[in-house]
């Protein structure tokens, strides 16, 4: 097994139908990349084709890429992952629609790298060659290739394949080869998948991202089916791993031919995600034939993928020929993508390139008015600011590391440290280990809570306070709940005017204390006395309502009041007994001298009705006075010299 280069980079070719781009390929690495009969039948390249050389500790693969105008799709899928560009223009036909379409999409993807080689020298004179040089420059001009080198080339005779060897092994080394992403996730655009009788299924792609080895399992976009690497292959020789920049083919196993397809990616799993809401920013090439306004359809092509979808212009609402605008775009599909993915956007009938640009946001969310400029600022601003933004658009449950590391494509340690720094410019807060919120959200969810608690006061002067458990649900709801602690906390920090306190399971305002009135008072010694005189089963409190003559809401909140603060005791089931009374009670339970009882020797030895008898065994096991045991209660006598039976009330059903 031979080692692999130490420095990769892929070219793409690009240019007219029959100006030589396969000749080319072979002329420069022996391979014809013309697979299919049909090609060789009618002369043209239909599908995409791979070879590769190698020169000077170089590996430089090629996608060789279809020139007619039929056939740009498959097109797309080669260029989306290539470092450089060889536009190749024939001499003798000078520059022609798909050379002007091919180079708009290379621009429009930002290939970082390109050369421009004339072909066919063999077929003109040398003042058409001069000619034809001119004409290359002039359409090069004002593009990012203007000062790409311009190679006159003859494949048939070899005339300067020495040099664009040179020259590509020189731009290899300036075009910042994939080789810089091999300690990312990996992610392998898929540009073919076929089955082959003794091997299954094999997918091939330009390695985009990290490395792959034999063994790995990797996700499959966007079906999310997960697949096993058996084998690898890097222009035709085995591997055990694969890194970003080389064409490789896998062998896959635990996946069938049906689940996988061109334009699908593997990737390292749940890094990646798969989207079909996108924020973008578009340029609208200069030759594009009219203004988009409003939903407009197009084929959107981002790495080997393509899909049908509608691209909506929002910042401005217009996207004339030859200007920029912050779009919406909306799939019927969903397809794997991640911010700075670069795209192109084609009509789709006729069809035509219409222009690209960047991903923003992979998991766009529309908004309108002030909310959506905001939001356009903040993504197209740096990851920091996205994060931050992604956050907000999160609200209470703010943003997980986890999250932004799949809109980002990263590892969620790469994610943290973007995170990290927020948290340090005072952008974000740490809710939770990994869980983020904007300083905004906790600002605004501190003053909601004490707007809660104000009115939980107003609706019952004399409540302790409100249940925490009921604040935390108006307050978060169940999207955000688990971060009820840190909300709490930040709650409590406020000044004076602001802050809520928790104790224990109740939500007050500092310093407030819930009084009774003069009247309220006599109130209450009269609830008290009316209980204690009925004992261990009184009425209603509604009966007592009546008989005293009280407004039934002043009633309430003093009965809540007593509850609360131990004079009176609410069993299980709502009934309640003066804490005296219940008291009593459990000191003559244990004056019994049972070890065990039944229901029935329970009821008849305290003349108890099922009404009383059920809640109040119910209220004796959670005070541990008694545990059940079948069809028998056991007692459990206090402890310790002195221990005395404890009156406790349950939660108030009303409050809780």
């Known amino acids: 097994m031979k080692p692999a280069p130490v420095k990769r980079c892929v070219v793409g070719t690009a240019g007219h139908v029959d100006h030589g781009k396969t000749r080319l390929v072979q002329a420069l690495t022996g391979v014809d990349c013309d697979r299919w009969e049909e090609e060789k039948r009618r002369g043209i390249t239909i599908d995409l084709g791979f070879a590769s050389m190698i020169e000077d500790g170089w590996q430089i693969g090629f996608v060789d890429v279809p020139g007619h105008e039929r056939f740009v799709r498959n097109a797309l899928a080669g260029l989306g992952g290539i470092q450089m560009m060889a536009l190749v223009v024939a001499a003798d036909e000078g520059v022609m629609p798909q050379t002007l379409e091919h180079l708009a999409i290379c621009s429009l993807l930002r290939i970082p790298a390109g050369v421009a080689v004339l072909s066919k020298t063999d077929l003109v004179e040398p003042d058409l060659l001069e000619l034809a040089q001119l004409e290359l420059e002039e359409t090069l001009a004002g593009t990012p290739f203007a000062e790409a080198p311009i190679l006159p080339v003859s494949a048939e005779t070899g005339a300067g394949l020495d040099e664009l060897r040179r020259t590509l092994v020189r731009l290899a080394g300036e075009a910042a080869p994939l080789d810089r992403h091999s300690g990312l996730p990996a992610r392998l655009p898929i540009d073919r998948a076929f089955h082959l009788k003794g091997l299954g299924v094999l997918v091939t792609g330009t390695l985009a991202r990290g490395t792959i080895a034999a063994g790995d399992e990797l996700d499959v976009l966007p079906s999310g089916a997960r697949a096993r690497v058996r084998s690898i292959e890097v222009h035709g020789e085995s591997r055990e791993r694969a890194q970003a920049g080389e064409r490789t083919s896998l062998q896959l196993v635990g996946i069938g031919l049906g689940e996988v397809a061109r334009g699908d990616e593997l990737t390292a799993p749940g890094v990646y995600r798969a989207a079909s809401s996108l924020l973008v920013r578009c340029r609208l090439l200069a030759s594009a034939p009219e203004a988009i306004l409003g939903s407009c359809p197009v084929r959107f092509h981002v790495m080997a993928g393509q899909r049908v979808g509608r691209l909506r212009p929002l910042s401005p609402e217009t996207l004339e020929p030859g200007g920029e605008a912050i779009a919406e775009i909306r799939l019927e599909e969903p397809l794997a993508a991640i911010r700075g993915d670069r795209f192109v956007i084609r009509r789709p009938s006729p069809q035509t390139t219409l222009g690209g640009g960047e991903v923003l946001d992979p998991a766009w969310r529309h908004r309108r008015g002030k909310a959506l400029g905001t939001t356009i600022e903040a993504l197209t601003a740096g990851a920091g600011e996205a994060a931050v933004q992604w956050a907000a658009d999160g609200r209470e449950a703010g943003l997980a590391t986890s999250e932004l590391a799949l809109r980002l494509g990263v590892v969620p340690g790469d994610a943290a440290k973007v995170l990290a720094g927020a948290v340090q410019e005072g952008l974000l807060l740490e809710a939770a280990p990994g869980r983020f919120v904007t300083a905004a959200t906790v600002r605004n969810a501190s003053r909601r809570a004490r707007r809660l608690v104000e009115a939980h006061f107003a609706a019952d002067r004399l409540s302790r306070g409100m249940p925490k458990a009921e ?104 009934l309640v007994l003066a804490a005296s009374a219940l008291e009593e009670f459990q000191a003559d339970l244990l004056a019994a001298g049972w070890e065990t009882f039944t229901v029935a020797e329970f009821k008849t030895r305290f003349g108890l009705t099922r009404k009383w008898a059920i809640p109040l065994l119910e209220h004796l096991d959670r005070q541990r006075l008694t545990r059940r045991e079948g069809q028998l209660r056991r007692v459990l006598r206090p402890r310790g010299r002195g221990a005395k039976p404890v009156a406790c009330s349950e939660p108030d059903p009303g409050r809780g």
């Open 471 to 574: 604040l935390v649900r108006r307050l978060l709801g169940a999207h955000a709940a688990d971060l009820a602690p840190a909300y709490l906390d930040w709650a409590g920090r406020g000044g004076s005017n602001e802050a809520v306190v928790v104790e224990g399971e109740l939500a007050a305002l500092p310093g407030r204390t819930g009084e009774l009135t003069e009247v309220e008072s006599k109130l209450a010694a009269a609830i008290v006395d009316g209980f204690e005189k009925q004992g261990i089963t009184p009425g209603s409190p509604a009966e007592l309502c009546r008989g005293l003559g009280a407004k039934p809401q002043v009633f309430d909140g003093v009965l809540r009041y007593l509850v609360e603060r131990g004079r009176l005791a609410r069993l299980p089931n709502g």
